[in-house]
């Protein structure tokens, strides 16, 4: 008998066949598969054979015509068993297709399904790369950030994009015995943090070269969560920022690039020294 096995991948198509087919099996089942193939298009077959013990003759027929009438259907077909003889099989079987047919061991599962796949990732289609249009330099006023400025600088140029520039103030956070940070309440927001991180700002921007009209932002926050939440809600398509050498706690909690890096939807560019 066969049973079909739900898979996530569009492109592919699973099923188990069981003991011996009859052509009964094979006047149930070939109308599913069809009908499969009609909404999918060309796809590959993952073929699992357990307890099998091959055909009647009116099903080793029905099922020569089938590959022969779906030949140009078919990208690969993987076949998943256990006995040498279907090995063989397989072997024969390629001679009456020119669909690419390997037979793996039940050991090999997944090598089975790696070679199935290998023909979705080589048929994606590569997608135009759109220009950048709004570009956000991250910066905590030192001197990595100043090489960063440089770079999103000439990037802004090149791409004739909006470039604006964000630095975040960090809350205060304390620190258990278990390393776990909370963030502590900050009545009203230090208004001196405030000018000073304004003031930082300008002489950032004045020594760096960056338009003196350019779009500043000074935010409260946890820099690595709320500069990837800033760029989000504006729809910033790259992010430039400079890498910091890290030691002790701060390498354990991992570096703000790194964790821009890993939760940002955008481009991110990491400036290294």
């Known amino acids: ?16 066949a069981t003991g011996k087919l009859t052509d009964a099996d094979y006047r149930a089942f070939i109308p599913e598969l069809e009908k499969l193939i009609r909404q999918s298009g060309r796809v590959s077959l993952y073929v699992e054979l357990e307890d099998f013990q091959g055909w009647e003759v009116k099903a080793a027929l029905d099922d020569l015509r089938f590959g022969l009438q779906h030949d140009k259907d078919f990208k690969r077909i993987a076949i998943v068993g256990d006995n040498g003889w279907e090995h063989s099989g397989v072997g024969l079987a390629n001679l009456f297709t020119r669909t690419k047919i390997r037979y793996f061991s039940k050991d090999d599962a997944k090598a089975a399904w790696d070679w199935l796949r290998e023909t979705q990732e080589k048929q994606m289609p590569v997608k135009p790369v759109k220009p950048y249009r709004h570009i956000l330099l991250a910066t905590d006023f030192s001197a990595y950030s100043e090489l960063a400025a440089q770079r999103a600088i000439e990037l802004s140029r090149q791409y004739d994009a909006r470039l604006e520039v964000l630095h975040i103030i960090e809350e205060v956070a304390i620190y258990t015995d278990l390393y776990d940070p909370v963030i502590a309440d900050i009545p ?31 935010e409260w926050g946890r820099p690595k969560w709320s500069i990837v939440s800033w760029a989000r809600e504006n729809e910033v398509d790259l992010i430039v920022l400079g890498l910091h050498g890290r030691h002790g706690l701060a390498r354990l909690l991992g570096s703000v690039s790194s964790g821009v890096l890993h939760q940002s939807s955008c481009d991110v560019l990491v400036v290294k020294s």
């Open 1 to 16: 008998m066969f049973e079909i096995i739900p898979v996530n991948d569009k492109d592919i198509i699973a099923f188990k």
């Open 188 to 218: 009203l927001q230090d208004e001196a943090l405030k000018e000073q991180a304004d003031n930082s700002m300008k002489k950032f921007i004045e020594r760096t070269g960056l338009p003196e009209e350019i779009s500043r932002h000074v």
